[in-house]
């Protein structure tokens, strides 16, 4: 124990990260005192891998990427993903519509949550492909209209909900209307936001919810269905990505397919930081604020997060990269790899927690140390990853919010 806070002071005065110090919440951890010596080795841990990862890339030389990168990507982690999210979404509608003709009974609501938090778990590892045809015809924001900081779902679905308009339980027809009515957070607030208790209480009112929630999911479902379709081998993102040429309008060869996808993962993880963590967590326990988790409304937070980094992992992975780096720069597949692993077991940890646990010391550690290992994930994509292999990130779908 003593040789680790030797090394966490040495640390703090003589282990700046390339592109810049140690990050404020990285020095504020590490000099915090623990109780828990096996917490101080795992930050310890993380924080070497993390620095060896960065002294790698000092004197490195570019890696040569695998022509079948796209190929790889698409088989490995893309199809199954929006395959699953289809299946996913398809298998709560179904069970949906039956409970909510029978009258949303409690015998059968555990079926109902449990084949939400499935398919929350599916687009937690589809949700990093904002890019293709996610970003067309606002696919994304129609399935994941979150943050919603104005409250715009709840609002939309009170009108709604008041309205009881029967045309709007027709396939296709919410297509047509607010983004905030159409995806997993208006089902989510359907099935689990004020009101939801009285689901069951045989009433046209929570009828009309009920089957107003199987609607919504089957807008999801379509939505997936579009993104099979275009991901496909037929598809034209699909061909594109996977086979990139000179002519192609969209992918013209490897190294934008790369940038495609190390640019992805930069903005998953830049989305994770900024948008799903720093909001909720606030700079202290008082300032922590449950209600700014995804998907809190169905306790969902910590297991959705959990997936979501999983997600990123596997997309990494299903590249392949670990041969393909140069010499100098090999440690940085395996080093990226145990980061994510790092973040999704802090995540894991807490996800049967009630959120105001998890946010709550001295389970706030967990997401404490997610936080700093996203913070540094987001280095290592920008600043050794990507440039291991000659590619720029540009613009991503979070610039310009």
């Given at each position: 124990?003593h040789a680790l806070r030797?090394f966490?002071e040495s640390?703090?005065?003589k282990?700046p990260?390339?592109?810049?110090?140690?990050?404020?919440?990285?020095v504020?951890?590490?000099?915090?005192?623990t109780?828990?010596?096996?917490?101080?080795?795992?930050?310890?841990?993380?924080?070497?891998?993390?620095?060896a990862?960065?002294?790698?890339s000092?004197?490195?030389?570019a890696?040569?990427?695998?022509a079948d990168?796209?190929?790889?990507?698409a088989?490995?982690?893309?199809?199954?993903a929006?395959?699953?999210?289809?299946?996913?979404?398809?298998?709560l509608?179904?069970?949906l519509v039956?409970w909510?003709?029978a009258?949303?009974p409690a015998a059968?609501?555990?079926?109902?949550d449990?084949n939400?938090?499935?398919?929350?778990?599916a687009?937690?590892?589809?949700?990093l492909?904002r890019?293709?045809p996610?970003?067309?015809?606002n696919?994304?924001?129609?399935?994941f209209?979150w943050?919603?900081?104005?409250?715009?779902?709840?609002?939309?679905?009170?009108l709604?909900?008041k309205?009881?308009?029967p045309?709007?339980?027709?396939p296709?027809?919410l297509?047509a209307r607010?983004v905030a009515v159409?995806g997993?957070?208006?089902?989510e607030?359907?099935?689990?936001?004020?009101?939801?208790?009285?689901?069951?209480?045989?009433?046209?009112a929570?009828?009309y919810?009920?089957?107003?929630?199987?609607?919504?999911?089957a807008n999801?479902?379509?939505?997936s269905?579009?993104?099979?379709d275009a991901?496909?081998?037929?598809?034209?993102?699909?061909?594109?990505?996977?086979?990139?040429?000179?002519e192609?309008?969209i992918y013209r060869?490897t190294?934008?397919v790369?940038a495609?996808a190390?640019?992805?993962?930069?903005t998953?993880?830049k989305?994770?930081?900024?948008?799903?963590?720093?909001?909720?967590?606030?700079a202290t326990?008082?300032?922590?604020?449950?209600?700014?988790?995804?998907f809190?409304?169905?306790g969902?937070?910590?297991r959705?997060?959990?997936?979501?980094v999983r997600g990123?992992g596997?997309?990494?992975a299903?590249?392949?990269?670990?041969?393909s780096?140069?010499?100098e720069?090999?440690s940085?597949?395996?080093?990226f790899?145990t980061?994510i692993a790092?973040?999704?077991?802090s995540?894991q940890a807490?996800?049967d927690?009630?959120?105001?646990?998890a946010l709550a010391?001295?389970n706030r550690?967990?997401l404490?140390l997610?936080?700093?290992?996203?913070?540094n994930?987001g280095s290592?994509?920008?600043g050794?990853?990507?440039p291991?292999?000659?590619v720029t990130?540009g613009f991503?779908?979070l610039?310009?919010d």
């Open positions: 124990m030797g966490r640390w703090l005065k282990m990260l390339a592109g810049g110090p140690a990050t404020p919440a990285v504020a951890l590490a000099r915090r005192k109780s828990s010596e096996t917490y101080l080795r795992r930050l310890v841990t993380t924080l070497v891998l993390t620095a990862a960065f002294g790698i000092a004197n490195a030389t890696g040569t990427l695998p990168l796209g190929q790889r990507l088989d490995g982690y893309i199809r199954p929006t395959a699953q999210l289809l299946e996913r979404s398809n298998s509608q179904t069970s039956p909510c003709e009258g949303a059968g609501r555990a079926k109902i449990e939400f938090r499935l398919l929350l778990d687009w937690a590892r589809v949700e492909l890019f293709g996610m970003i067309g015809d696919r994304f924001e129609r399935i209209f943050p919603d900081a104005r409250g715009a779902v709840p609002r939309q679905l009170g709604a909900l309205a009881a308009d045309a709007a339980l027709a296709g027809a297509r607010s159409q997993l957070p208006a089902v607030f359907l099935l689990f936001g004020d009101g939801a208790d009285t689901l069951s209480d045989g009433s046209p929570s009828r919810r009920c089957l107003l929630a199987a609607a919504t999911t999801v479902r379509d939505i269905a579009e993104l099979v991901w496909s081998a037929t598809g034209d993102t699909g061909r594109a990505f996977t086979e990139p040429k000179a192609n309008s060869n190294q934008e790369a495609e190390f640019k992805a993962l930069a998953g993880i989305f994770l930081r900024e948008a799903k963590l720093a909001p909720m967590m606030g326990a008082s300032e922590a604020r449950a209600q700014r988790g995804t809190w409304r169905s969902s937070t910590a959705y997060l959990a997936a979501n990123m596997d997309f990494y299903a590249a392949q990269l670990a041969d780096y140069s010499s720069e090999r940085a597949d395996s080093g790899l980061e790092s973040a999704q077991s995540l807490i996800a927690m009630p959120l105001d646990t010391e001295p550690r967990h404490t997610a936080k700093l290992i996203a913070d994930l290592m994509v920008g050794v990853i990507a291991a292999f000659g990130l991503n779908a610039d310009g």
